[in-house]
């Protein structure tokens, strides 16, 4: 499984995909999920989410962190995540803030 992300240093969908991990990991009670992820395929870091859709539709990598406007404008199928982990919710503001 080959996982793209966005390089978080260049795009908001990047360093948003680094909190999302956080807060995953303390939701799940995985420690170190995050490390462990974002040390996966290095190689699949691009400067934009958009970059990602190639990679994508040419089979180079399984999934993609990216976001939902996106997936419905290219009709791709999509993993959802709990209001804890997704960034979406107002009401979890004060657990959004324990990622960075």
Known sequence: MAVGRADPDRDPCGYRTVMVLQLSEKHYGLPELADHLLAKDQRFI?????DLLALLESGEIDYLFIYRSVIEQHKLKMVSLPSEVNLSSPAMADCYRTAE
């Open 46 to 50: 691009r400067p934009k989410e958009t």
